[in-house]
């Protein structure tokens, strides 16, 4: 039996995992510290002078909104980045990164938001690339390779094939791979970056008992998020980061809103006042509903659900799991769609995109930059896009700019977009509002149906109560109304009742008051009825920290 | 057991069902018309007499004897052929979806033949050598495949190269020029690299350094070139001294016949009897596939074109391994081009590649950025380029002007997907951006 060594002892008592026989990786520790770390873009400062300290063996939680400056500060310390001034110390010693390659030869990974894998690749050939083994004349020789992948997932219990295709995984096992592609270059320090965007509830579970295993074993973990229930569950430090500043750090057991509170600036109620629903007829249905690809797989497969009118259905659900083909196939933006959705007892496919709006039917697309708005419009043109022709806001084939502005100025007014003039252009906006913007024009028809797809993706906490806000006040005017999101906070604070999606089929829907554990299990592909079996038989308390 | 076998099949009948919503017309339309086409041209109006294609050549160590066949028999034949694949590919689709894949390369083996047979018969001598046609494909076929071969190192690494063309005529150029001064054609090729590479350097310095739009650059490279070349031919290459040009005299690179596999039928005169560049580019087609899918450096290259966030991440300099594979690809074309002037024809003219480089561009998508699929494809186009130059000297029942449009209109099918959807490197033609 073999023992980790380890060269200093974290202020919390790790005791070293015992590892069997070659599995043992020799990990040493090392602290990290950020001295002054300022980067700016321009006249933007993304970070201002940031002072972080990493002890060995920690697991360090960096807290903070969208667009914090979070992802860059960590760009910096990962060499992708050139800080424009501070420094970098590693166990005291100043030193400096020109690239990816000497933060990782410094003992410093990675696991990025949006995954740095070839998906054409094979998962040794990903974890090989930059330091592979070759033979003869560089024809590579992967078997080393294919043999380290194939340890560390036996200690860790990854179960990787080193020979599968990165893009024929599921994310969550391709996060693996990139957790293996570090371990494989002696990470002493590994950043994961807003690393449970993509997961279930359950994986998320797997991930955090995974970054206490390497934690156990000596690697420190810069927990980048801003999901306060995870950050309190997994860290043993918290820094908070608001606009591009340290604002703070906290323990674990700060309460939520105290850390709240930190991350935005100012006291947030994080829970919406909410009347009950009050359901009246189902006008909105969808019936047999399937949608193909190209090259005929099933992206939504025979989704059957009705909506009535004052209630909110939130479809939840692994993002790629169905979700944008649903709302596509709703607005009659997909090609290959069978099955029925009659609104108000109308047939919306096979329609138009304008038949289906002229029907009353909101859409919030769930990239509003690129399907949203059109950023180098102004904010007086964006609120009028689907308006233009109208009669009030037109002379003729000419725009009424009068009657635009007005609208305008009545819009921003009314939805507090923060800009200094209806004219800027939508793209000098912040994302909260810019989706202030795109959910006022989309509010501004009689509506007969309001779909919001991750309506508060990328937008920063003060405008997300706002947007949650309207968009309950849409449901009371006896709207119904479908909300999509991928945050299951967001999911559970807004819906009446919660369709999950999974591989394009519809696991069930459960009420909105439904617990975590449920849906985790039906966003992992259990039936609603087999989801609540096995919570029934299985102690759930297991993925809560010790 | 018997649950699970009705699951399965149900399964399968989804799976069909899937395919048959998004099932795609195209094939079977294609096929129809010409299938149509071939039995009014081929059978209807086939020509009488006999059809003649000979094996061998009088030279040749083994004697094959000639092929003949009655034209308009053998034109109704091949039509009815085409008609029944045709119908078979409407049933398939019908069926499952989708044409199976020995029905399209049937139908397109069958109407080839039937075309060659109608066309071979309405000439006047109504005989073809096919040791010709193919020997003489390879005056294509060679400059294509160097010009593929670029495109596939500068593609695989994220650059789309659109200046393969302007690579193909400065090495052309100067191959000639430095071929005559120095009088040794191994100079001559030496000078056509670098000039290939220099045309590359351009490109890479462009689009990979100042992130200037790599099609407008490509594309801006060739008419530079075509207008250098044009000038520089004017001004110096007609030059005489005595009476004689001496500056678009370059010297012939002798052709070097394999011993014993130059005596194959058909396949020995085609590729074994050829001078230094064809063996270069048979080795070079080998050992750039080997070297993309066997080696690191053939990983990294992929990894630099499919995801340039990943490579960098790994430590990998992403515009540093653009840049020297668009030189590398600049010298490859520029070598192809020196077959022009040291090969096929022993001296410089205005623009003598004539839109070559764009076919090459052309083979390495239906090659699917693969090199060994691009070298097959050259072959295909410079067959049937050939096959044109030969008739257009025949009479034939078809204008020589129409017959020219073949290589392009067969160029044009295949590009547009009738051979399956071909996927570039993600990141072809998108600039990497740190940060």
């Given at each position: 039996m073999e023992w980790r060594e380890r060269r200093r002892c974290g202020a919390s008592c790790l005791c070293p995992l015992p590892v069997s026989g070659i599995n043992f990786r020799l990990v040493e520790t090392l602290k990290l510290e950020l001295k002054g770390i300022t980067k700016s873009f321009g006249s933007l400062v993304a970070n201002d002078h940031i002072d972080l300290v990493v002890e060995p063996g920690e697991i360090h939680s960096l807290l903070g909104e969208n667009g914090a400056g979070k992802s860059t500060l960590m760009n910096v310390l990962y060499g992708l980045y050139e800080p424009t001034s501070g420094e970098i110390l590693v166990d005291g010693k100043p030193v400096r990164f020109a690239g990816p390659g000497d933060a990782m030869a410094a003992g410093i990974g990675m696991v990025h938001q949006h995954f740095m894998l070839v998906p054409v690749f094979t998962v040794a050939e990903n974890v090989a690339l930059g330091r592979e083994s070759t033979g003869f004349a560089g024809i590579l020789d992967l078997e080393q390779t294919r043999t380290k992948i194939r340890e560390i997932s036996a200690e860790y219990g990854f179960n990787v094939d080193p020979d599968a295709v990165v893009e024929d995984l599921p994310v969550g096992v391709q996060q693996r791979v990139e957790i293996i592609k570090a371990l494989v270059r002696d990470a002493h320090v590994l950043i994961l970056d807003e690393p449970t965007a993509v997961l279930t509830p359950q994986e998320t579970d797997e991930l955090m008992n995974i970054m206490r295993q390497l934690k156990a074993g000596g690697t420190s973990i810069v927990f980048i998020s801003h999901k306060l229930r995870e950050v309190k569950a997994i860290s043993d430090r918290i820094t908070v980061i608001r606009r591009g500043k340290v604002v703070g750090s906290a323990e674990p057991s700060a309460s939520t809103t105290d850390l709240a509170s930190m991350m935005v600036g100012r006291s947030v109620s994080l829970s919406l006042d909410k009347a009950p629903a009050q359901p009246g007829a189902e006008i909105f249905r969808v019936r047999n509903l399937t949608v193909m690809s190209d090259v005929g797989t099933r992206l939504l497969d025979d989704v059957s659900f009705s909506v009535a009118t004052g209630e909110i259905l939130a479809v939840a659900g692994v993002q790629g799991n169905g979700q944008t083909e649903l709302t596509e196939a709703v607005l009659g933006l997909h090609k290959h769609v069978r099955g029925s959705v009659t609104l108000d007892g109308h047939e919306l496919v096979g329609r138009s995109v304008r038949q289906v709006l002229d029907a009353g039917v909101g859409f919030v697309p769930e990239d509003r930059t690129a399907d949203g708005l059109v950023g180098s419009f102004s904010i007086a043109e964006n609120l009028v896009l689907d308006l233009y022709g109208k009669k009030e806001f037109s002379r003729g084939s000419m725009m009424n700019r009068s009657a635009i502005a007005e609208h305008a100025a009545r819009k921003v007014e009314e939805f507090d977009v923060r800009t200094p003039s209806a004219r800027a252009a939508a793209d000098t906006l912040s994302g909260g509002n810019q989706q202030k913007v795109v959910l006022a024009r989309e509010l501004s028809r009689p509506l007969k149906l309001f779909i919001a797809s991750q309506p508060t993706r990328g937008v920063d906490v003060g405008s997300i109560e706002f947007l949650h806000k309207r968009i309950v006040a849409e449901r009371d005017k006896g709207t119904p109304v479908i909300i999509v999101s991928t945050e299951l906070d967001e999911v559970l604070e807004l819906a009446d009742r919660i369709a999950v999606l999974y591989a394009g089929r519809l696991m069930g829907i459960v009420p909105g008051k439904s617990s975590r554990d449920l849906l985790g299990l039906m966003m992992a592909g259990l039936t609603a009825e087999e989801a609540t079996v096995q919570l029934s038989t299985i102690p759930t308390s297991e993925g809560e920290p010790s | 057991m018997s649950t699970v076998i009705s699951t399965k099949s149900s399964a399968d009948n989804t799976a069909l069902r899937d395919q048959l919503a998004v099932r795609s017309w195209k094939v079977p339309i294609v096929f129809a018309a010409l299938a149509v086409f071939a039995v009014v041209v081929f059978a209807v109006f086939g020509p009488e007499g006999h059809a003649t294609f000979r094996l061998s050549q009088e030279q040749d160590a083994w004697q094959l004897p000639d092929l003949v066949l009655p034209a308009k028999a053998s034109g109704i034949v091949a039509a009815l052929a085409c008609v029944v694949l045709a119908l078979m590919s409407y049933l398939q689709t019908k069926a499952v979806g989708r044409t199976a894949r020995w029905v399209s390369s049937s139908f397109t083996v069958v109407f080839v033949a039937g075309f060659l047979i109608w066309i071979i018969g309405g000439t006047k001598t109504q005989n073809i050598t096919l040791v010709g046609l193919f020997t003489g494909a390879m005056l294509i076929v060679t400059p294509l495949v160097f010009g593929s071969l670029s495109g596939v190192l500068c593609e695989r690494s994220g650059v789309v190269n659109i200046a393969i063309e302007g690579q193909l005529l400065a090495g052309a150029f100067t191959a000639a020029l430095v071929g005559s001064i120095t009088g040794n054609a191994f100079a001559g090729l030496f000078a056509a690299a670098v000039a290939g590479l220099l045309v590359g350097f351009l490109l890479a310095a462009f689009?990979?350094?100042?992130?200037?739009?790599q099609i407008i650059v490509g594309v801006v490279l060739n008419v530079l070139v075509a207008g250098l070349t044009g000038f520089l031919f004017e001004k110096i290459m007609k030059i005489k001294v005595a009476g004689a040009t001496i500056y678009n005299q370059p010297p012939h690179l002798p052709d070097l016949p394999i011993p014993v596999l130059s005596e194959i039928p058909i396949i020995g005169p085609t590729f074994f009897r050829q001078s230094v560049l064809g063996y270069l580019m048979l080795v070079l087609v080998a050992g750039i596939w080997f070297a993309l899918f066997r080696t690191r450096w053939g990983l990294r290259i992929r990894a630099v074109g499919e995801h340039p966030q990943a490579a960098d991440t790994m430590g990998i300099n992403v515009n540093r391994t653009r840049f020297l594979n668009v030189l590398a690809g600049g010298a490859v074309a520029g070598v192809g081009g020196a077959y022009f002037t040291l090969v096929a024809v022993s001296s410089f003219s205005k623009d003598m590649t004539g839109g070559l480089g764009f076919i090459a561009l052309a083979a390495l998508i239906f090659g699917r950025w693969n090199p060994i699929g691009a070298f097959l494809a050259a072959l295909l186009f410079g067959v049937a380029g050939n096959l044109k130059s030969i008739l257009q000297l025949a009479v034939t029942p078809v204008d020589g002007q129409f017959l020219a449009m073949l290589p392009y209109a067969l160029t044009i099918l295949a590009v547009a997907g009738l051979v399956g959807k071909s996927r570039a490197p993600a990141a072809s033609g998108i600039p990497y951006v740190k940060g």
């Open positions: - | 689009s990979i350094k100042y992130l200037v739009n």
